[in-house]
């Protein structure tokens, strides 16, 4: 039930309170997906196999919430994503020093579903040294003096966590699941090669941000189970055209692409104006390579022929309206926490002339000011003119959701900007301004919009790195959003696929670093779910077939991406006020 605090009350009631098996609704709800709780041996500690959390039936009723709570909490955070738990296998003090970082980042994570009495253990400033598990394994392993997590915590039981992921995927596949190719197991390898220092997101196959195995999560993976892959003939920013899939999406046609023009010794086509550069991640040699992507702003073509039709968006609103809601200091109330000092006056002088006095004499912090700035980034990339679900083009789903998205926004007076982008190498990243933080939202608009035709390729990185400044630059909010619209194919010439998924993922990580929240969407595109988790990484994301269904997942998704910008931003305010308060 929901206690008083608005958390889950853990207060045991009926003949099964001293039932682990009663805390499952618990670890449900935290883990964002069903998971079971059951009990292990007397005096062992409390570990999970990803489906299953096991604690001490004889802890007290405290200590088995505990590690109920940090044991579910791992799993909704990715912090028992098996890139990670593979670093851990025999080596019990490394796993120890990764549950005291990881732990405390998973219950900051989930610090609004906390039940009362654990928000006492979060330790802010422990949680604040990470933000990926990958970021927690750097730290646990470069810092030697991090104190063993307390006993309530658990412990990470990393070869049973590897072998019973194992078994789940075996049964899929048992079960006619279609396995992955051997082509993509070439990012995973690289992975496990890896020390653990690289600060690039690792993905929780366990769960998603969305809710995982639960109603909600069985709904998504329902919707992406026919899956569309690049493993046609052709090479992905080749010179050739790219050949027809015939493991694609029923109707789906050949992934369209432009060949090379004009073309540097690096095969980059020439760019014909000036831009802004910005980085990009090699993940071969695992460093930037500076000032590598060249981004334009160009002004869209507007076409003559329909306009895009306006799209009802009475659904939409009303999940997101009451996110992006910031604090109003707000005068005259009935109650607050100060004293209105002029409605005081006022009221002490009609009681001296004898009136009835007004009693809204206080100060209150209400939230009734919108204080989201929200900037939709739509691909508009040859891959995205493939045939979709339900008779239409990728292309025209996604549009359609990037209108519903911006209209609804606006409409609940949030600031909204709509960015379409492609490109053509690296120096010729195109952005088209559809809408701008300040235009307004007009029929010139909706025709810019309708004027977009899919083509060349998608530098995913580099837009997502110039989406980040122009928030940053532009929004005048304290919180922010980003969202994604894309099929989750990020290639470009000298961008294959492991390359871009891990660029794109960077540059995600980077934006939350700033504070900045991250959604990523696919609609009407059937990708394979695991290639879209190699581009999104850890941020909020989900795949629907139609635009239609998008007021049902949108909400727990902004919930999501909001919440991990609300914490990063509060730690580093932390960090510039530690900075200032430091005397020279």
């Known amino acids: 039930m929901v206690n008083e605090w608005g958390g889950v009350d853990e207060r045991p009631v009926g003949d099964d309170a001293d039932d682990p098996k009663r805390l499952a609704l618990l670890a449900s709800a935290l883990a964002g997906r069903t998971v079971a709780v059951a009990p292990t041996a007397a005096g062992e500690a409390a570990w999970t196999d990803g489906v299953t959390v096991y604690i001490d039936p004889t802890a007290s009723v405290p200590t088995q919430l505990e590690s109920v709570t940090v044991q579910a909490s791992l799993l909704a955070s990715g912090g028992l994503s098996p890139e990670v738990v593979r670093k851990l296998v025999r080596r019990p003090a490394l796993a120890r020093r990764y549950l005291a970082v990881e732990g405390q980042r998973a219950l900051a994570v989930n610090e609004d579903l906390l039940p009362h009495r654990i928000r006492a253990l979060l330790d802010l400033d422990m949680a604040a040294r990470a933000d990926s598990a990958v970021g927690s394994l750097m730290v646990a392993g470069t810092r030697r003096d991090i104190a063993d997590p307390p006993a309530g915590f658990g412990v990470i039981r990393a070869q049973k966590l590897l072998a019973a992921r194992a078994s789940v995927a075996h049964g899929e596949s048992a079960g006619g699941h279609i396995p992955r190719r051997e082509q993509n197991k070439a990012l995973a390898d690289l992975d496990d090669a890896d020390d653990g220092a690289d600060g690039d997101d690792v993905i929780d196959p366990f769960s998603s941000p969305v809710g995982g195995g639960g109603a909600l999560g069985k709904l998504l993976q329902r919707m992406t189970r026919s899956v569309r892959k690049l493993s046609g003939g052709g090479t992905p920013g080749a010179d050739t055209p790219t050949h027809r899939s015939r493991k694609g999406i029923r109707g789906a046609g050949a992934v369209t692409s432009t060949t090379a023009g004009a073309a540097d010794a690096d095969g980059v086509q020439a760019a014909t104006k000036k831009g802004r550069t910005y980085p990009e991640w090699d993940v071969g040699r695992r460093c930037y390579r500076p000032e590598w992507c060249t981004v334009q702003e160009i002004e869209p073509p507007i076409e003559e022929g329909p306009v895009l039709a306006r799209p009802d968006v009475h659904a939409l609103r009303r999940p997101l309206t009451r996110l992006g809601i910031g604090l109003d200091r707000c005068h005259r109330q009935t109650q607050g926490d100060d004293i209105d000092v002029d409605a005081a006056v006022e009221a002490r002088v009609e009681t001296l002339a004898g009136s009835t006095p007004d009693e809204a004499v206080y100060l209150d912090s209400l939230r009734r000011r919108r204080d989201l700035a929200?900037?939709?980034?739509?691909?508009?990339?040859?891959?995205?003119?493939?045939?979709?679900?339900?008779?239409?083009?990728?292309?025209?789903?996604?549009?359609?959701?990037?209108?519903?998205?911006?209209?609804?926004?606006?409409?609940?007076?949030?600031?909204?900007?709509?960015?379409?982008?492609?490109?053509?190498?690296?120096?010729?990243?195109?952005?088209?301004?559809?809408?701008?933080?300040?235009?307004?939202?007009?029929?010139?608009?909706?025709?810019?919009?309708?004027?977009?035709?899919?083509?060349?390729?998608?530098?995913?990185?580099?837009?997502?790195?110039?989406?980040?400044?122009?928030?940053?630059?532009?929004?005048?909010?304290?919180?922010?959003?980003?969202?994604?619209?894309?099929?989750?194919?990020?290639?470009?010439?000298?961008?294959?696929?492991?390359?871009?998924?891990?660029?794109?993922?960077?540059?995600?990580?980077?934006?939350?670093?700033?504070?900045?929240?991250?959604?990523?969407?696919?609609?009407?595109?059937?990708?394979?779910?695991?290639?879209?988790a190699r581009v999104f990484g850890s941020a909020a994301h989900a795949s629907i077939p139609k635009p239609a269904q998008l007021a049902d997942v949108i909400g727990p998704l902004f919930r999501a991406a909001l919440r991990t910008a609300d914490l990063r931003r509060r730690v580093n305010n932390g960090k510039r006020l530690n900075q200032t308060s430091v005397p020279r």
Do not use: N
């Not at 088209?432 to 235009?439: A, E, G, Q, Y």
């Open 374 to 532: 929200v900037l939709v980034l739509l691909d508009v990339s040859g891959s995205s003119g493939e045939a979709g679900t339900f008779g239409q083009t990728v292309h025209e789903q996604q549009r359609a959701a990037a209108a519903a998205l911006t209209i609804a926004l606006h409409e609940l007076g949030d600031r909204v900007a709509l960015y379409a982008f492609q490109s053509q190498g690296r120096s010729a990243v195109h952005l088209v301004p559809v809408k701008r933080f300040d235009d307004t939202l007009d029929a010139m608009v909706m025709r810019r919009l309708s004027s977009l035709k899919p083509g060349a390729y998608s530098r995913l990185g580099a837009a997502i790195r110039h989406g980040t400044a122009v928030i940053t630059e532009k929004a005048g909010t304290s919180r922010r959003l980003l969202v994604v619209l894309s099929d989750g194919l990020a290639y470009d010439h000298g961008y294959e696929r492991i390359h871009g998924a891990a660029d794109a993922r960077r540059a995600l990580s980077e934006a939350r670093r700033e504070g900045i929240g991250c959604l990523c969407l696919t609609v009407g595109a059937a990708t394979d779910a695991g290639e879209l």
